[in-house]
């Protein structure tokens, strides 16, 4: 139980999720998150005004409870199954994070600087969680699926189309970190 | 029944991504600074299993749980979409520090303010639905 309580290693990790994505094809389903963002835009009407979103949203339904269940998994790992959330990144990273005005690296889960409370107040703050939002939203349907899609159901079937994305999320992640992020924070 | 078995995925799936930090802002910066193995052994030893285990479906031509022979679909041959689309999904992971897996199991974490990431993936998801036909694909 002590085992549970703290981190779970990449290499427990890693081998669940293939877990997850197996036991999705054998429900014969594909593991991929984004696309729910798409079926729940039509289920609140978008099929009105583009053809994409003009699908049976109802073939979805397993998909929707799926991230229900995730829903759930946090709530639980959260509070059952947490000694302490705080995430305990390289302290390099940390010193780094901290001259970008990080003052919670290392010691909290989510950066307070960006989702706590307070911060939904902060125009910076919400403006970046509004726009990474969008970026996600947007990106994962342009490149027809996120890291769960691509990076793992898609490279697991050797799939070049998910390779070519995965080195696009890798190229979007560093300009954003090493670019971006200085002109930002 | 089946839908039992997938809420019981999803609630499985969630406690994975939140106990092995990928659902941490934290672990995708450290990440993207090369700081860590962490992030990179989660993802390379899903896919080492990943990969076997499809070839081994593949060769034999396994059946699904209702009897089913398992097929998986090849993705569709292009590399603008995936390229440029890439690009913009990993600016979005990188700033907001979630992709679209975790940010249900951090909403249900407590972190109300993940909420807003989500309504405005799911606006993102929209506009690109609006914009389709004019995007290279």
Known sequence: ?185 | MRILGYLFIGIFFGIVMFKSEAASWFRIYEMFRFESFHMYGIIGSALIIGVIGIQIIKRNKLKDFQGETIHIADKNKSFSRYMYGGIIFGLGWALAGACPGPIYTLIGAGYVSVIVVFLAAVFGTFVYGLLKDKLPH
């Open chain 1, 1 to 185: 139980m002590e085992n549970i309580l703290q981190p779970w290693p990449w290499y427990v990790a890693g081998p669940l999720i293939a877990v997850v994505m197996f036991l999705l094809i054998f429900m014969g389903r594909q593991f991929g998150m984004s696309s729910n963002l798409r079926t729940i835009c039509t289920m609140c009407g978008a099929d009105k005004t583009s053809g994409f979103f003009d699908f049976d949203w109802k073939a979805q339904r397993w998909n929707l409870v799926v991230i229900l269940g995730a829903v759930l998994g946090g709530f639980i790992a959260m509070n059952f199954l947490t000694a302490d959330p705080a995430v305990a990144i390289n302290p390099e990273t940390v010193s780094h994070l901290n001259e970008l005005g990080f003052e919670s690296a290392g010691k909290a889960y989510l950066p307070d600087e960006l989702y706590s409370l307070e911060a939904l107040t902060d125009f910076k703050a919400l403006s970046i969680l509004i726009i990474g939002g969008i970026l996600i939203g947007f990106g994962a349907r342009w490149a027809g699926g996120c890291t769960s899609g691509h990076a793992i159901s898609g490279l697991s079937n050797l799939q070049l189309p998910s390779l070519i994305a995965v080195i696009g999320f890798f190229v979007g992640g560093l300009l954003m970190i090493h670019l971006l992020f200085p002109l930002i924070f």
